[in-house]
């Protein structure tokens, strides 16, 4: 029994501190005046309030499961009430008339105090020392991913949840399921497989606790290479359409061709499985590629194919005539990719006559004399063939016919004359005397000639000639002059067949 305890009041009330919980106090009130004491009045029995509990505990409990609550406590309290209030003002408590009991229904990712007050039949004690609690983290919010494109990787980001010491993260497509864990807000889930969505989950951990996979976030394709590369190439135009086989999410395509000259690329864009690349020079090699893209990457490019354009036109096409044989020799320079050439002439009273040689060289026989002859050449390769070049050319003149030559006796000169062949521009009149290699000539560019400075009682062997600006005639056109001392006119009439 300790010492009394006092307090002073001028008023009908008054408060004394200082009371030991779980004890039994007698109250007396006396009246003081002066230096006199009044007697003290009728004793009252005051029961002080329970002890507050000792030694608290929680155990952390994963979710569902309540989170059982103990303590200690040796006095007279009747009923004890746990309460746990969490920091965002959530408040769960139970009630017992032992030392221990279960809290339900706290929230996740919420710190909590937890403290007991035991409680008799007047009211409740005091409140042990508060404890505090850590519930298990919530599932993971905001989740997001964003591809790398290049390492076929997908990083994912989410916001941190309170308590959470790692977290752990899966993503799901029909083929594939890929996992990872970090102990920060970010983890990189690596090798996707293109041309497959994923559906991204979070769940969170403190070590003791899982919480609950977070919604899916669905991270679109990766872009996957284009298959079956197709090229057709448009002879004349150049034009190059490129084909492929189409993915069946929406993505778009990208067409390049590199020439290997080193010329600047060729692209074009479509959201179709194929695109026509214009703009080719001819006998270009070039290499072409695809790649699909989506909102979010590009794949890599297919592997790439070599295609040639269709072959340029021959250059500087000379056609030169054979003055000899009526023949024509056409030559060229060679074009780029070119693996062979067709020539072909035409011209009048025959049929096209045709050409076809891996030089640059074509001749053509058995032409008309004095006939004008269009050579046309194309360079082919395994497919195209280039435009044409075009180059004209005129054999050399036809033989003069019906020659005919006439001595004036008393002179030493003689008249020839002939019917012309066609396509002569000048003649000339060769009279050479038999077995003897002088001979006597005269030129003219009409249809006779006067030779002068004959020998008489000579016979002479005629030579019509006609000539145009390259070429002679080959001398089948002849005839005979006897001269003598009486006038006389010899005519021999010879023909060369052409």
């Known amino acids: 029994m300790g010492p009394p305890l006092y307090c002073h009041s001028t008023v009908t009330?008054?408060?004394?501190?200082?009371?030991?919980?779980?004890?039994?106090?007698?109250?007396?009130?006396?009246?003081?005046?002066?230096?006199?004491?009044?007697?003290?009045s009728q004793e009252v029995v005051v029961q002080t309030l329970p002890c507050p509990p000792t030694n608290v505990t929680a155990v952390h409990a994963c979710a569902p499961d309540p989170v059982p609550v103990s303590w200690t406590h040796s006095g007279d309290a009747e009923l004890f009430v746990a309460v746990?209030?969490?920091?965002?003002?959530?408040?769960?408590?139970?009630?017992?008339?032992?030392?221990?009991?279960?809290?339900?229904?706290?929230?996740?990712?919420?710190?909590?105090?937890?403290?007991?007050?035991?409680?008799?039949?007047?009211?409740?004690?005091?409140?042990?020392?508060?404890?505090?609690?850590?519930?298990?983290?919530?599932?993971?919010?905001?989740?997001?991913?964003?591809?790398?494109?290049?390492?076929?990787?997908?990083?994912?980001?989410?916001?941190?949840?309170?308590?959470?010491?790692?977290?752990?993260?899966r993503a799901t497509s029909p083929g594939q399921t890929l996992t990872c864990s970090s102990s920060s807000s970010n983890c990189t889930l690596t090798p996707l497989v293109c041309g497959q969505a994923f559906d991204v989950?979070?769940?969170?951990s403190d070590g003791t606790c899982t919480s609950n996979y977070s919604s899916p976030f669905r991270q679109q394709p990766v872009p996957c290479t284009p298959e079956n590369v197709t090229t057709d190439l448009q002879c004349g135009s150049n034009d190059l359409t490129v084909s492929w086989t189409s993915s069946p999410h929406p993505l778009s395509y990208s067409v390049m061709a590199v020439p290997l000259d080193g010329g600047g690329s060729i692209t074009c864009n479509t959201n179709n499985a194929s695109c026509v690349l214009r703009g080719f020079g001819c006998g270009q090699t070039v290499n072409v590629s695809v790649k699909a893209s989506s909102d979010i990457c590009s794949g890599p490019y297919s592997p790439t194919q070599t295609v040639r354009t269709g072959p340029c036109s021959p250059q500087k096409l000379e056609v030169v005539t054979d003055c000899a044989t009526n023949s024509l020799l056409a030559s060229w320079e060679a074009s780029s990719g070119a693996v062979s050439y067709t020539a072909t002439v035409t011209g009048p009273n025959i049929f096209p006559q045709n050409c076809s040689t891996s030089n640059q060289t074509c001749s053509f026989s058995?032409?008309?004399?004095?006939?004008?002859?269009?050579?046309?050449?194309?360079?082919?390769?395994s497919l195209c063939s280039s435009a044409p070049i075009h180059a004209a050319a005129t054999t050399g003149p036809c033989e003069p016919t019906a020659v005919m030559s006439a001595q004036h006796c008393g002179?030493?000169?003689?008249?020839?004359?002939?019917?012309?062949?066609?396509?002569?521009?000048?003649?000339?009149?060769?009279?050479?005397?038999?077995?003897?290699?002088?001979?006597?000539?005269?030129?003219?560019?009409?249809?006779?000639?006067?030779?002068?400075?004959?020998?008489?009682?000579?016979?002479?062997?005629?030579?019509?000639?006609?000539?145009?600006?390259?070429?002679?005639?080959?001398?089948?056109?002849?005839?005979?002059?006897?001269?003598?001392?009486?006038?006389?006119?010899?005519r021999t009439d010879q023909i060369a067949d052409i």
Do not use: M
Request: charged fraction near 10%; hydrophobic fraction near 30%.
């Open 411 to 490: 002179s030493d000169g003689a008249t020839v004359s002939w019917v012309d062949g066609g396509g002569a521009a000048a003649y000339t009149v060769l009279a050479q005397e038999g077995g003897s290699h002088q001979h006597v000539s005269c030129r003219s560019n009409t249809t006779s000639c006067q030779l002068e400075q004959l020998q008489c009682g000579k016979g002479y062997n005629i030579t019509v000639l006609a000539e145009d600006a390259s070429c002679n005639s080959t001398g089948g056109a002849t005839g005979t002059l006897a001269t003598g001392w009486k006038d006389r006119i010899v």
């Open 366 to 381: 058995n032409l008309h004399c004095a006939s004008t002859y269009t050579v046309q050449v194309t360079s082919q390769d």
């Open 13 to 40: 009330q008054c408060t004394v501190g200082g009371l030991r919980c779980e004890s039994s106090y007698t109250v007396t009130v006396f009246s003081i005046s002066g230096t006199c004491h009044s007697l003290p």
């Open 84 to 169: 746990a209030l969490g920091s965002r003002g959530h408040r769960a408590e139970c009630t017992t008339n032992k030392t221990s009991c279960s809290l339900p229904g706290l929230q996740c990712g919420e710190v909590y105090t937890v403290s007991v007050v035991g409680a008799n039949d007047n009211c409740p004690g005091l409140q042990s020392s508060p404890l505090s609690l850590k519930t298990e983290p919530c599932s993971p919010s905001n989740v997001t991913s964003q591809v790398i494109c290049g390492a076929r990787a997908a990083q994912v980001f989410w916001s941190p949840s309170v308590n959470a010491e790692s977290y752990d993260v």
């Open 201 to 204: 989950q979070v769940s969170a």
